[in-house]
């Protein structure tokens, strides 16, 4: 069984992995600008203003693939506090390990035939591809949303607080203090 990966439309970067030299081959993606107002659109940011993969496609054990290498991209998020658009730059490290359909290398062994077992610390399982080509694209951009502030704001950036009640000593009553007032007490019990 395969597990298709199901990410970014708005990049595709198409590999061969057929006929690499042992000591890999170098590529280079670089988004234009289309492809990276697509991105920012999937991502639902402001703007991705640079998106670059440097990579190293290498062959790994008998028929697999490791990519290794980093994405770099320059982004615009709005801040959390401020609404004002903020730039951050992402450099973050990439690596991947990908086999063919059907590869004994995609299997993941077992301890016992109906416990799944998840190393935490252990690598990755291989991602699987089909046919002659592996598609990086949908991979980099996931890398590089893993790596995106999700709460971006200007690093002195701080919450005012409004107070809109004019009385700072009053205060609705507490959750505890509206229950005891529904209980009757000794003497009302009496009337």
Do not use: C
């Not at 790596?147 to 609705?172: I, M, N, Q, S």
């Amino acid at each position: 069984m395969t597990r298709e990966f199901m990410g970014s439309k708005a990049i595709r970067y198409p590999i061969s992995p057929l006929k690499l030299p042992r000591d890999g081959m170098l590529v280079r993606f670089e988004a234009d600008e289309t492809e990276r107002g697509a991105l920012a659109g999937e991502l639902d940011i402001s703007a991705v203003e640079t998106f670059v993969g440097d990579l190293r496609v290498l062959p790994w054990r008998a028929e697999g693939v490791r990519v290794t290498g980093q994405v770099a991209a320059t982004v615009v998020q709005l801040s959390v506090v401020s609404l004002e658009p903020l730039r951050q730059t992402i450099t973050e490290p990439f690596e991947m390990i990908f086999v063919p359909e059907g590869s004994k290398l995609a299997r993941i062994e077992q301890p016992g035939e109906q416990e799944l077992y998840i190393d935490p610390e252990g690598e990755d399982p291989p991602e699987v591809y089909a046919g002659h080509t592996i598609d990086l694209g949908p991979y980099l951009v996931e890398a590089m949303a893993l790596a995106l502030d999700p709460y971006p704001r200007e690093a002195d950036a701080v919450f005012d607080r409004v107070d809109t009640d004019p009385d700072p000593d009053a205060r609705p009553p507490s959750a505890f203090e509206a229950l005891v007032s529904l209980v009757p007490r000794d003497d009302e019990d009496k009337n």
